[in-house]
């Protein structure tokens, strides 16, 4: 098992509305690094796309736990399963502290292989969601 957390963002808005953002899977292509995705394929529910390497990922929507948790899985077409938890902290002034948590099913060889750029995908996708929010 895989796990690594995001850097901790602060977002200047709710957490409802962070998660009704990402709740639609359409929306997580704002988030993505666009120079390195290709074929980005939505619905409200899930997405999938090739990353740089062709290989394709593809993430359904797994519920929410309120206002503080939004829960993502690997679908099908993803090279081993996995889970992404979005954590919630609304502070004060309407400001919300969050990170992204991942837990998968990667084997060591492949861990040495995916983890670097997996860190940087969720740093990435963190800071653009704060960017997406300054922007308003």
Do not use: R
Request: with cysteine; charged share 20%.
């Amino acid at each position: 098992m895989m796990e690594m957390k995001s850097e901790t963002v602060s977002v200047q808005t709710n957490a409802q509305d962070i998660i009704a953002f990402l709740s639609d899977a359409n929306n997580l292509f704002h988030i993505l690094p666009q120079d390195k995705i290709s074929d980005w394929q939505a619905d409200e529910a899930k997405c999938s796309f090739k990353v740089q390497g062709g290989i394709t990922i593809s993430l359904i929507q797994d519920g929410h736990n309120g206002s503080n948790e939004l829960y993502l899985k690997s679908g099908e077409k993803s090279p081993f399963p996995f889970k992404l938890i979005v954590h919630l902290n609304q502070i004060q002034d309407g400001t919300t502290e969050g990170y992204i948590e991942f837990n998968g099913e990667v084997n060591l060889f492949l861990k040495m292989m995916v983890e670097k750029p997996l860190s940087a995908l969720f740093n990435y996708m963190s800071v653009q969601l704060k960017k997406h929010y300054e922007v308003k």
